[in-house]
Structure formats: structure tokens, C-alpha cells
């Protein structure tokens, strides 16, 4: 992560943690450095988004094991 938010959202999170996607859709942000995570799957995407007090996953935390209840309990705490 790049921006302060995105390091408190993904705090504890190690680099290159599985998280569950259930589609094949992605957000194509106009910023770039709102950009809080990628993950590749037949391409570089934006798996999340932080500017601000705003945060997105195009994954989903809920079905994401640990690095999913880690990320739930960060945006608990910001």
C-alpha cells in the first residue's frame, strides 16, 4: 500500500495474501493513487480503493480467511 490509509486498512495483512473473488468484474479508478491493492488473474487489476475516509474491495473480506478478518478489524479501528 502507498497511502496512509491503505496501510492502516491492510496493517497485518502479508504481502501477497489470498482473498476471494467471486466475479470477474474490476473498477478502473480515474486516480491511481487511490489505489490501495492490486491482484493479478489474467492481468493486473484494483482489488481496493482508499482515499480519505473511503475504502472499496472488489474482493470479498467477509470469505477471505484471516487476511479478511485483519482487513474487517483495521477499517473497525480507523
Known amino acids: 500500500p502507498e497511502n496512509e ?9 502479508p504481502e501477497g495474501s489470498w482473498v476471494y473473488f467471486v466475479h470477474s468484474f474490476h473498477v478502473v479508478p480515474r486516480d491511481e493513487a487511490a489505489v490501495a491493492a492490486r491482484a493479478d ?3 493486473p487489476f484494483a482489488a481496493a480503493l ?3 475516509n473511503i475504502f472499496a474491495t472488489q474482493f470479498h473480506p467477509e470469505k477471505s480467511q484471516e ?3 485483519r482487513i474487517l478489524k483495521n477499517f473497525l479501528n480507523i
Open 5 to 13: 490509509q491503505a496501510k492502516a486498512l491492510f496493517r497485518g495483512v
Open 41 to 43: 488473474y489474467g492481468g
Open 50 to 52: 482508499a482515499q480519505g
Open 67 to 69: 487476511a479478511g478478518l
